[in-house]
Nanobody, 115 residues
Framework: QVQLVESGGGLVQAGESLRLSCAVS????????MGWYRQAPGKQRELVAT???????NYLNSVKGRFTISRDNAKNTAFLQMNSLKPEDTAVYYC?????????WGQGTQVTVSS
């Protein structure tokens, strides 16, 4: 059974940083891409950042220059370094992993940024 486990969320003040981790366990086909999404209360889930096996990245415009996604392909782990956090970054952050056949999701980790 494939599991994605996020960690690293928490409560911080505006301007501070957090680093999220996503570890994939279980028998999984080759992962083509991993990503981070977030969902704030009353809003739809939105893509924050994605990274392919080759290292190509894509970011939500509002986080460009502040967030950095990275990945350890050998360990099936992804990271999201979040700097200069803003109150509007408050949300539950979800990790996903995409293979040729399936998309897997983690349970999410709460990030709260106070002003």
């Amino acid at each position: 059974q494939v599991q994605l486990v996020e960690s690293g969320g928490g409560l911080v003040q505006a301007g501070e940083s957090l680093r999220l981790s996503c570890a994939v366990s279980g028998r999984i086909d080759r992962i083509s891409a991993m990503g981070w999404y977030r969902q704030a209360p009353g809003k739809q889930r939105e893509l924050v950042a994605t990274i392919t096996t080759g290292g190509s990245t894509n970011y939500l415009n509002s986080v460009k220059g502040r967030f950095t996604i990275s990945r350890d392909n050998a360990k099936n782990t992804a990271f999201l370094q979040m700097n200069s956090l803003k109150p509007e970054d408050t949300a539950v952050y979800y990790c996903n992993a995409v293979t040729g056949w399936n998309t897997y999701w983690g349970q999410g980790t709460q990030v709260t940024v106070s002003s």
